[in-house]
């Protein structure tokens, strides 16, 4: 089963992030207060425990989930402590510092949308952080706006395709795009995903592709092994 980012990694994660978006130059107030916020919290639990040795916060930002740091967080009860905790969700949380993590992008019909949520929920729970429209499209925004800045910023491209197949508009201009920019040499991989009663589109057909409609969790760690 797909296993959940500990509460230690979680907040890692938040700095991480946070180190990103929060400290750009068009980082917005609501960012960076809560990145500074997160920062304050971590730093004043270490200080209570008088630690002469522990993680600077410019180390965690720069750790990459490293085991040592999350021992650290762990050691310091971060991983339990709710304020914290919550803080590091308020990180995670901003659309700007969704938008510079993620890494894959999810391509799927609206037939689809409940497991192609399911499979972006697996990637999240695993630490991929992860485009899918449902949470980044908003009422009123531009939908070809928004598409066309998720694609722009991941690193490969899930494209599910079921027996509802890949040729609604916005999903074809989606893989297509993709695939065109793979073929260019450009740092971004499609990666083909089988979804109940799906039939492999024939562009797509010397691609090997992650069988989630006859074993889901096998599928989901054979997407998870192509984007290490």
């Not at 050691?75 to 919550?86: K, R, S």
């Not at 989606?174 to 492999?200: H, I, K, N, Y």
Request: with cysteine; glycine share 6%.
């Amino acid at each position: 089963m797909v296993t959940t980012l500990s509460g230690s990694e979680m907040i890692l994660a938040a700095l991480l992030a946070g180190a990103s978006a929060g400290t750009a130059s068009t980082a917005s107030k609501a960012v960076q207060d809560a990145y500074e916020g997160l920062k304050a919290l971590v730093r004043s639990r270490f200080e209570a425990r008088q630690w002469k040795e522990h993680p600077s916060i410019e180390m965690a930002e720069t750790s990459a989930l490293d085991p040592e740091v999350v021992r650290a967080f762990d050691a310091a009860g971060l991983a339990d402590d709710a304020e914290v905790l919550h803080a590091a969700q308020v990180v995670l949380s901003q659309p700007e510092v969704r938008k510079s993590r993620a890494r894959v992008f999810v391509s799927h019909r609206a037939s689809d949308a409940v497991t192609a949520r399911t499979l972006a929920e697996d990637f999240e729970a695993r630490g991929i952080p992860t485009w899918l429209d449902a949470w980044e499209i908003n009422i009123g925004d531009s939908i070809v706006e928004r598409i066309n800045d998720g694609l722009a910023s991941v690193e490969y491209v899930v494209v599910c395709y079921s027996a509802e197949g890949v040729s609604s508009p916005w999903m074809g201009r989606e893989w297509m795009s993709t695939l065109a920019r793979q073929l260019e040499g450009r740092s971004v991989r499609l990666l083909p995903a089988m979804l109940p009663g799906g039939q492999v589109p024939e562009i797509l057909a010397d691609l090997l592709y992650a069988d989630l409609a006859n074993d889901w969790d096998h599928g989901v760690n054979q997407l998870l092994a192509a984007m290490r």
